[in-house]
């Protein structure tokens, strides 16, 4: 009987531990919600070596890079690996057609020969605090705006109280809508040189065709160089900085991985939406996915065929359309996956088991059902509202560069006009170094054909309303193609030494009868009277609701662990390497290898043209220490809960140390934001062989390999 018992036991926790593990977790939390069954899948480590305020811990390693990845240190110099993806706009920023790193990589020999990247910082955590007493003090009696304002004073509070000295940065993120808030604190260092970038061929390896795809071959990495002043802190670029001395960096493994391994990954997932009401579902799977879908599509048409006939466009539109394609296909597998998962019927089925919960506990009356009342009136305003937003930010505020040249001369004109003279101290030269960038990749040709397909939609697609209607009588008058070419035909915009020519003579006010700078001013005014407003006070009033009904979950959930939404703060997620069944007939094996890549080999296509060095390391099986078998590793898959944000995220195994790089989702589980599916929810990550093998064998920068600690 008790040998009965013992069998019975351990079948359950076999069965508890072979499902995907869903959610994202608070570092300073895993003691009381998380360790013991980490510990159970097999992790090694404690709490306290992940995650520690007094000594050095694995979060010490681990940074916020550029604007929103992951990256992590993997040397006592200051070594840093992230995505290539992630690092992909240093790396075009520093191509011309005479020096293509895009295409042809790069690789500095030498620390002489990192290159600086003026607009790149990385930032680590110093710590975070749980201050949901401090910002919600004083709250009790108050409402509406009131107490909006009151928690907006006690945050900024907050953090003065620990940025005082301005060496570090701090803020105040809500979980659980506004149930609970964290501060997060933080070191800045902008001096980040660029190290080492393998071509596109094989950073971006399967190009749009493979984003968002397994099985995958795709070596998605890049490596930085973090430095300092000569006592460790942040300093701004100097010849004079030496490499940054970290805490703690990552250990690499070249144990590689195999199926049931527990991995995890550690990084800043960006966001999530995983406890929605229905009516939130049915307006993301039938009208905003949609819509931007289709407006994107527009987009990359022009951009594709531009950079076809051009390879200088080519250079230039790089990173602007991998940004457009991403979210594109990303969209595309959300509603299939949503839709596959049946998700309104399943948040439906959901809802009505917490008013049968909230019934029984006597709360469904005096507090619950009108939540759900207001989630039904809200939602239904909110979809109007919504889709002119989402017009708005599709066409202007991440359409045409002009539009973005015509925000940074507007706002450089509005304060010229408050100050009724020429701005004092560097504004005109902040305004250049803006413009600057936005004329490095600008092509006039492509910007006029991305605007004219994209202003018809506006007409066709809103309601009049959302629209100046001086604008829409224009366009409907003159046409899309013939209204753009008149008012591109006449802007200074268009002609950086006309525009340049008048900002430093002074006669600024010619610009204020710019067609360009009024066409934007005039779709500036409408949406922030007509459209931002009302969707921020509606968002204002469904976030209310939310925070009660996620009140409502957390108590109805109560003794079970429960994570919040990701806000792009320091998460953890863990699971094990495993494959999936994509669909009836099929299963997906949980790696692929360097065999996958020659077999993909097509020189007629960009991102499928294997470089003939890596051709040649192959049929040579030159591959020295990386190798599993007579191949090498390339990507794996595991079952991590990850979102944008986690690029270039440390994959750790039960050891902590380094194994592979997060860089991507499986198409089947896109929808992984709003509605995890553990059977085929898939993180997908670049084997940490492969890198190396890159970096050593096919650049022949191993000498970066001394730097790291590199576990045989």
Known sequence: MKRLVTIVVLLILAVSLSFSKEGMWVPTLLEKYNIEEMQQMG????????????????????????????????????????????????????????????????????????LPNPSLSVRFLEYMEDVTSKVLEGTEEVEGDKKQKKIDKNIKQVVEEVTIEGKLEASVKPLFYGNQYFLYVYKRYTDVRLVGAPPSSIGKFGGDTDNWMWPRHTGDFSLFRIYADKNNEPAPYSEDNVPFKPKKFLPISLKGVQPEDFTMVFGYPGSTTEYLPSNAIDIIMNQRDPDRIKIRGRKIEVMKKDMEDDPLVKIKYAAKYSGVTNAWKKWQGEIKGLSRMKAIEKKKAFEGEFKQWAIENNTWDSTYQQVFDDFNGLYATYGRVVKASDYYNEIFWRGPDIFQMASQVNGYLKKVKKENKLPAGNSLEDLKKELDKLYKDFNRPTDEKIMAVLLPMLVNDLEHKFLPSSTKEKIVKLGSQKLVEKVYRKSALCNKDKLYEILESGKVQKLEKDPMVNFYREFRTHYYIYID???????????????????????????????????????????????????????????????????????????????????????????????????????????NHTSGGNSGSPVLNADGHLIGLNFDRCWEGTMSDVMYDPEVCRNISLDIRYALFIIDKFAGAGYLLGEMKVIK
């Open 533 to 639: 407003p009302v969707l921020a006070l509606i968002e204002e009033t469904i976030n209310s609701s939310m925070k009660t009904y996620v009140a409502g979950l957390v108590e109805m959930k109560k003794g079970q662990p429960f994570y919040p939404d990701a806000n792009g703060t320091l998460r953890i997620s863990y699971g094990k390497v495993e494959g999936y069944q994509p669909k009836d007939g099929v299963r997906y094996k949980h790696k692929t290898t360097l065999e996958g890549v020659i077999a993909k080999d097509d020189p007629e296509d960009y991102y499928f043209d294997v470089p003939e060095k890596l051709k040649k390391l192959h049929q040579e099986k030159d591959y020295g220490i990386y190798s599993e078998g007579n191949t090498i590793p390339v990507c794996f898959v595991a079952s």
């Open 43 to 114: 992790f090694k480590l404690s709490a306290k070596d992940v995650y520690d305020v007094n000594y050095s811990s694995l979060k010490d390693a681990i940074v916020i890079f550029g604007r929103g990845c992951t990256g992590e240190v993997i040397s006592d110099e200051g070594l840093l690996i992230t995505n290539h993806h992630c690092g992909y706009r240093a790396i075009q920023s520093h191509s011309t057609l005479e020096h293509d790193y895009l295409s042809n990589g790069f690789w500095a020999m030498n620390k002489e020969e990192e």
